[in-house]
């Protein structure tokens, strides 16, 4: 005899697939590199890009959650849930998800960003099933026992002491507080020992329920996978769970962000000792959706990006005063970092520094080579094709351009956005971004002479 709730649970089940909408984002040719796209009942989203010619597979579920969602009470949640949701599920214990994967050769890991959280397998493409099962388990039956969030609690502690102990990792976090204060975009990723000391079960479970609704997931696979399976795996795991019953719902749109403060001329110094001083000499930059993005990774190629580049030049080749020095960029929803680090002998701080600003000052006024531009055209198109070689890397890019853009970008149309930058494209974003007045983090055994010459820097 069928029973009523049977019946209902048909109906729901006859309802979601109807109502499952599939897209071609990409066309790649016969089949290979195609992208396609599935918004299940929900609001679950399910995208995957097929190359068949590999034998490998990588899965993964981004969340639209990161540490800029978190109030100053629940700064490190984002990350102490990422952790959480490795501990246990009402199917699989501990022991069991991480032994799952483990037996077929797979690895598994997750990370949280500010604006994101990712969790993935990559895995042989005949155990796909598998790791669909294990990481569809662990996002939407996570038990988040109390007594998990307390042996956890150590586990996060010392991976904050670890990070402390890498002041060339440490001063990345101190320049974002440099740059945006006490806010959420300037806060750790991972929490401080006050806060992750105060968290409790009860505040974790309800940003879990909160952050952790499918309209606010996107699932992305890549390698040697076929879409419509993938998808009905995906939604056989949801619905297990019951994830999907508002049929309803609508996919999150792309974060859009708010408007955020920003300093000038701001110095943070930890004096530490530490055998080298740590540098980030730098200013705000363009939002991850700026159409000058192009023209601005251009621009870093050439003034950080490898052992060409001017500041690799200047300060390691010609005058051998660091091991490393690199520029780099980092975008947001709304607004963005431009950043210069350093690793050099406390003695060379000021040295090093004033070659530093000396360039940025040098090509923010006069601009680029045309050679140098070729050459860092060159150079990153070279370098976003080698870096999508593996489906870890193709699986990250189609989960997180779908979860931050909202549409997908082949690699062609990217290699075409990056040659057709011009020299004018180039100086014009130097001389913005670069014409303003930085601001620099230290990390280091300064002497207070030192710390006081600082100012010659962002001044």
Not at 26 to 36: D, S
Not at 157 to 173: F, Q, S, Y
Not at 258 to 279: C, D, F, M, P, Y
Not at 313 to 335: H, I, M, N, P
Request: a negative charge.
């Amino acid at each position: 005899m069928t029973s009523r709730s049977s019946v209902t649970t048909a109906r729901a089940s006859s309802k979601a697939r109807a109502v499952a909408r599939t897209q071609t984002l990409l066309k790649g040719t016969n089949g290979i590199g195609t992208v396609r796209r599935t918004v299940l009942p929900g609001g679950l989203r399910v995208v995957t890009e097929t190359l068949p010619s590999v034998r490998s597979a990588t899965f993964g579920i981004w969340a639209n959650v990161g540490s800029r969602d978190e109030t100053p009470a629940l700064n490190g949640a984002t990350h102490y849930l990422e952790h959480l949701l490795f501990k246990g599920t009402g199917k699989r214990s501990a022991l069991d998800i991480s032994s799952a994967i483990d037996a077929v050769g797979g690895e598994m890991n997750a990370f949280t960003a500010k604006e994101y959280t990712c969790y993935y397998a990559r895995v042989l493409d005949t155990d796909l099933p598998l790791a669909i099962d294990v990481v569809c388990d662990m996002l939407t039956g996570s038990l988040i026992r109390a007594e998990d969030v307390d042996a956890e609690r150590g586990v996060i502690l010392e991976e904050i002491a670890m990070t402390e102990d890498d002041p060339g990792d440490c001063v990345h976090d101190l320049f974002a507080h440099t740059m945006f204060g006490d806010t959420p975009l300037g806060r750790p990723v991972l929490g401080t020992v006050d806060t992750i000391n105060a968290l409790d079960r009860g505040q974790i479970a309800r940003f879990y329920k909160k952050h952790y609704d499918p309209r606010h997931l996107v699932v992305a696979a890549a390698g040697n996978v076929d879409h419509a399976t993938v998808v009905r795996q995906v939604r056989k795991a949801f619905d297990r769970a019951g994830a999907l019953s508002n049929t309803d719902a609508q996919p999150m749109a792309p974060r859009d962000g708010s408007r955020v403060l920003r300093t000038a001329g701001k110095i943070e110094v930890v004096n530490r000792k530490t055998e080298q001083a740590h540098v980030v000499l730098g200013m705000p930059g363009l939002a991850r959706t700026d159409e000058r993005r192009w023209a601005l990774g251009v621009l870093n190629t050439a003034l950080g990006g490898g052992m060409s580049s001017r500041l690799f030049q200047e300060v390691r080749e010609k005058r051998g005063l660091a091991y490393s020095v690199y520029s780099y960029t980092s975008g947001f929803a709304d607004c963005g970092l431009f950043g210069v680090y350093a690793g050099c002998r406390p003695s060379q701080v000021h040295d090093v520094l004033k070659i530093c600003r000396d360039e940025l000052d040098r090509v923010a006024s006069d601009g680029l080579d045309d050679d140098e531009i070729t050459r860092a055209i060159g150079q990153l198109s070279g370098s976003t094709v080698l870096g999508l070689e593996d489906t870890g890397a193709l699986m990250n890019r189609i989960g997180k351009s779908e979860l931050c853009w909202g549409e997908q970008m082949s690699v062609d149309a990217m290699l075409a956005e990056i040659a057709a930058v011009t020299p004018d494209d180039v100086r014009a974003v130097a001389a913005e971004l670069l014409g303003q007045r930085p601001s620099l983090s230290v990390i280091g055994p300064l002497k207070d002479k030192q710390a006081d010459r600082l100012h010659e820097a962002v001044s």
